[in-house]
């Protein structure tokens, strides 16, 4: 007879504990990040900037905490989780703090931009990252669930940053997020412990391959380009939606709550994509979310008020969450544990073109013609490619991988 199967172990009680640490860390930092849309106008208004310099800072911060994401994640392999997150914490602060006190743009871009892409960087990478090993029936479920802070950040912070400033002075709301990132955020990153699974044990190795592995084989490669392809779509939108809809004569209330529809969009798409994901594989879900984001431009384009920009908003959020929470996953499928928060990490440098050149080049094009379409057709353009880069890195992942 052959020897019963055994059932699969069940998931460690402390990996959840790890989850919403995670959860909050993301939440904190890119609720911060992405408050960036209340500060716009104020900004353009008290230093006299266009819209492609303004822009700037907010791709300034993501081409930092992209391109240095890998090194973040090198850092936390090596000397774990904690020590990385806690220290990129306070250097969020530092920024905020610093930001508040800038007499120029310039001083902004570096503070709010430069500082602040630092500290995400030694953040998000080696959070997500430490989620992973965690789990292995519901990765897919962990990876939505941490990431799904991103969302809610996204949702909350930026409103509360925009009461803020209808109630003082920008300043005084920047030194506010200062002081959530110390109470929520330090608090959170003191829990991110590694997996016993993410550990070198004496006389050996962690399975799964290194990060000169895994950067020399064609999947990585079809990755990177999807990162580096899909991003404008991602990005654009949060640096401008805020914009198109006070062009449309929309309330800066409700044209700043378009980045909180994009929110719970992003909440949405992490939750169901990731969850479905598990059931009907991680690899035929990532093309579909990526050809989703593209999809969900053209309304953007074509919209005629602001009902049409909040169902975008929604839309746009849902493909984006999910893309940006099978990442992790998928990265864990296919290149293990050994040197997982240095995969990703690397493979994010690919974002950092999109983050930087996507705003700032609509920030341009609108300063020269008025309109965003071009820009919004052009990541239409982009994202298809992007979804032919999803579909040749995950060919023949029909399930999950292993």
Same mark, same amino acid.
């Given at each position: 007879?052959?020897?019963?199967?055994?059932?699969? !172990?069940?998931?460690?009680?402390?990996?959840?504990?790890?989850?919403?640490?995670?959860?909050?860390?993301?939440?904190?930092?890119?609720?911060?990040?992405?408050?960036?849309?209340?500060?716009?106008?104020?900004?353009?208004?008290?230093?006299?900037?266009?819209?492609?310099?303004?822009?700037?800072? /907010?791709?300034?911060?993501?081409?930092?905490?992209?391109?240095?994401?890998?090194?973040?994640?090198?850092?936390?392999?090596?000397?774990?989780? *904690?020590?990385?997150?806690?220290?990129?914490?306070?250097?969020?602060?530092?920024?905020?703090?610093?930001?508040?006190?800038?007499?120029?743009?310039?001083?902004?871009?570096?503070?709010?931009g430069l500082v602040l892409g630092v500290g995400i960087a030694l953040v998000?990478?080696?959070?997500?990252?430490?989620?992973?090993?965690?789990?292995?029936? *519901?990765?897919?479920?962990?990876?939505?669930?941490?990431?799904?802070?991103?969302?809610?950040?996204?949702?909350?912070?930026?409103?509360?940053?925009?009461?803020?400033?209808?109630?003082?002075?920008?300043?005084?709301?920047?030194?506010?997020?200062?002081?959530?990132?110390?109470?929520?955020?330090?608090?959170?990153?003191?829990?991110?412990?590694?997996?016993?699974?993410?550990?070198?044990?004496?006389?050996?190795?962690?399975?799964?391959?290194?990060?000169?592995?895994?950067?020399?084989?064609?999947?990585? *490669?079809?990755?990177?380009?999807?990162?580096?392809?899909?991003?404008?779509?991602?990005?654009?939108? /949060?640096?401008?939606?805020?914009?198109?809809?006070?062009?449309?004569?929309?309330?800066?209330?409700?044209?700043?709550?378009?980045?909180?529809?994009?929110?719970?969009?992003?909440?949405?798409?992490?939750?169901?994509?990731?969850?479905?994901?598990?059931?009907?594989?991680?690899?035929?879900?990532?093309?579909?979310?990526?050809?989703?984001?593209?999809?969900?431009?053209?309304?953007?384009?074509?919209?005629?008020?602001?009902? @049409?920009?909040?169902?975008?908003?929604?839309?746009?959020?849902?493909?984006?969450?999910?893309?940006?929470?099978?990442?992790?996953?998928?990265?864990?499928?296919?290149?293990? !544990?050994?040197?997982?928060?240095?995969?990703?990490?690397?493979?994010?440098?690919?974002?950092? /073109?999109?983050?930087?050149?996507?705003?700032?080049? @609509?920030?341009?094009?609108?300063?020269?013609?008025?309109?965003?379409?071009?820009?919004?057709?052009?990541?239409?353009?982009?994202?298809?490619?992007?979804?032919?880069?999803?579909?040749?890195?995950?060919?023949?992942?029909?399930?999950?991988?292993?």
């Amino acid at each position: 007879m052959n020897a019963p199967t055994e059932p699969p !172990p069940d998931e460690p009680p402390y990996g959840w504990v790890v989850v919403w640490a995670c959860f909050t860390a993301l939440a904190v930092i890119f609720g911060v990040s992405y408050s960036f849309a209340a500060f716009f106008e104020p900004f353009a208004a008290e230093f006299g900037a266009a819209r492609a310099d303004v822009s700037l800072v /907010f791709g300034t911060s993501g081409l930092v905490y992209f391109a240095l994401g890998a090194f973040g994640g090198m850092l936390a392999d090596r000397f774990g989780p *904690r020590r990385v997150t806690s220290a990129g914490m306070l250097t969020i602060v530092v920024a905020l703090v610093a930001g508040s006190r800038s007499t120029s743009m310039g001083m902004v871009t570096m503070a709010y931009g430069l500082v602040l892409g630092v500290g995400i960087a030694l953040v998000y990478t080696p959070s997500i990252g430490c989620v992973q090993p965690w789990f292995t029936r *519901r990765r897919g479920l962990a990876a939505g669930l941490a990431s799904a802070g991103i969302g809610a950040g996204t949702l909350l912070v930026p409103l509360a940053a925009a009461w803020a400033i209808a109630q003082g002075p920008w300043r005084s709301a920047m030194l506010a997020l200062a002081v959530l990132v110390l109470a929520l955020g330090l608090p959170a990153t003191l829990l991110l412990k590694p997996a016993p699974s993410a550990r070198r044990v004496a006389g050996g190795v962690v399975s799964g391959v290194s990060l000169r592995e895994a950067v020399s084989g064609a999947r990585f *490669r079809w990755l990177y380009a999807m990162c580096l392809l899909g991003t404008p779509s991602m990005f654009v939108p /949060f640096a401008h939606l805020s914009a198109s809809a006070r062009d449309m004569g929309v309330a800066d209330a409700q044209a700043v709550g378009l980045v909180g529809l994009i929110g719970i969009g992003s909440l949405t798409g992490r939750f169901v994509v990731g969850t479905l994901a598990d059931r009907l594989g991680r690899g035929p879900a990532t093309v579909a979310v990526m050809a989703s984001l593209g999809l969900s431009m053209l309304l953007w384009w074509l919209a005629p008020g602001y009902a @049409a920009l909040a169902v975008f908003a929604l839309w746009m959020g849902l493909s984006y969450g999910g893309s940006v929470s099978l990442m992790p996953a998928l990265c864990m499928d296919f290149f293990g !544990p050994r040197a997982v928060s240095s995969i990703i990490g690397t493979l994010y440098t690919g974002a950092a /073109f999109g983050n930087l050149v996507g705003p700032w080049a @609509a920030g341009r094009v609108f300063d020269a013609t008025g309109s965003y379409a071009p820009v919004i057709l052009g990541c239409v353009a982009l994202s298809a490619l992007a979804t032919g880069a999803a579909w040749f890195a995950v060919r023949g992942e029909g399930s999950a991988a292993h």
